[in-house]
């Protein structure tokens, strides 16, 4: 899809207090002030980037579903399931669980 061409600057008169707002929350929305502008004036949904620590806990909900999975394979294939790693997954997962709430919450 072709990109249109930008040919008309459209000049605002803004106070430094909502120029600082301003280009703070494009900062949070990981966007220039110009862009910012243009996407919110349009109506497009603006979302904020997620904290430093959002792909970090992404890694660990992965890596509890690989668990999962290994317990659901063994339990299908061998009709045995190790008691201490199931309790111990469900011990991590809610200790887990709790401290995305606090986070995010």
């Given amino acids: 899809?072709?990109?249109?061409?930008?040919?008309?600057?459209?000049p605002i008169r803004v106070s430094f207090s909502?120029?600082?707002?301003?280009?703070?929350?494009?900062?949070?929305?990981?966007k220039n002030i110009s862009t910012f502008i243009r996407e919110s004036s349009l109506g497009r949904?603006?979302?904020?980037?997620?904290?430093?620590?959002?792909d970090a806990d992404i890694k660990e909900i992965g890596k509890f579903l690989r668990t999962l999975s290994e317990i659901e394979?063994?339990?299908?294939?061998?009709?045995?399931?190790?008691e201490?790693?199931?309790k111990n997954e469900i011990t991590e997962w809610r200790n887990f669980r709790m401290k995305i709430k606090e986070k995010y919450l």
């Fill in 18 to 30: 909502e120029k600082e707002m301003i280009k703070k929350r494009a900062d949070m929305v990981g």
């Fill in 1 to 10: 899809m072709k990109e249109e061409i930008r040919e008309f600057i459209i």
């Fill in 45 to 54: 949904e603006i979302k904020e980037k997620p904290d430093k620590n959002f």
């Fill in 84 to 86: 201490r790693l199931l």
């Fill in 73 to 82: 394979r063994l339990l299908y294939h061998k009709d045995f399931i190790d």
